[in-house]
Structure formats: structure tokens, C-alpha cells
Nanobody, 120 residues
């Protein structure tokens, strides 16, 4: 069992910044990829950014240059630094990890989501 808890969401004005964090806990042996997804009202959930255990990152074009993903392996925590926020960044942001539990196989786990609202 792996639990992911997101924090750091909130309401900001356009041009502002937020830093999301997601801490994984449970019977974790190792975590491979961690990432962030978001879902805007009326839209499908979409990938925002991923990061591997060794630090390789992938960031979608729509947020590249504004968002940065990072992780602290010792704390099983992934971060999303969001700068120069735009109203179209508004949505529920979900943390995801591909993790192996003790005595088990790799599987995907999801957090409950944290709301990010960017006002114009």
C-alpha cells in the first residue's frame, strides 16, 4: 500500500507562483517515475511533468520554461515549482508515482489531488 499526499495548491493571481509537493508513504521499496498530472474543468486529465529516480525530466510544452519538477528520493517526495502562472493552468493537480512495494511488483499510485486556481 502506497499513499500520496499533495499539498501546496491554492489561489493565486496570474503571474504568481506556487510550489506543489507530494509525499509518498507506505510499504515502499523503491519509486521509479514520479509525475504530475492536471485536469482542468471540462477537459481530460493531462500529463504535466515526470521525473525519474536519477533526475531525468520531461515537461510538456505548454508549461516548459515556467514549471520545474524535482524530487527528494530520501523523502520520497516530488515537487512542482510553478512560476508565471496563467489562468489556463487552473485545475486539479494530481501526483503520480510508479512504485514497487516490499515483496511486490511495480504499480501506479495516485494522490487525491490539490486545487490550483489562477485568477486573471
Amino acid at each position: 500500500q502506497v499513499q500520496l499526499v499533495e499539498s501546496g495548491g491554492g489561489l493565486v493571481q496570474a503571474g504568481g507562483s506556487l510550489r506543489l509537493s507530494c509525499a509518498a508513504s507506505g510499504r515502499i521499496f523503491t519509486i521509479n517515475v514520479m509525475g504530475w498530472y492536471r485536469q482542468a474543468p471540462g477537459k481530460q486529465r493531462e500529463l504535466v511533468a515526470t521525473i525519474t529516480r536519477n533526475g531525468n525530466t520531461n515537461i510538456v510544452d505548454s508549461v516548459k520554461g515556467r514549471f520545474t519538477i524535482s524530487r527528494d528520493n530520501a523523502k520520497n517526495t516530488v515537487y512542482l515549482q510553478m512560476n508565471s502562472l496563467k489562468p489556463e493552468d487552473t485545475g486539479v493537480y494530481y501526483c503520480n508515482c510508479n512504485a514497487q512495494i516490499w515483496g511486490g511488483a511495480y504499480a501506479d499510485y495516485w494522490g487525491q489531488g490539490t486545487q490550483v486556481t489562477v485568477s486573471s
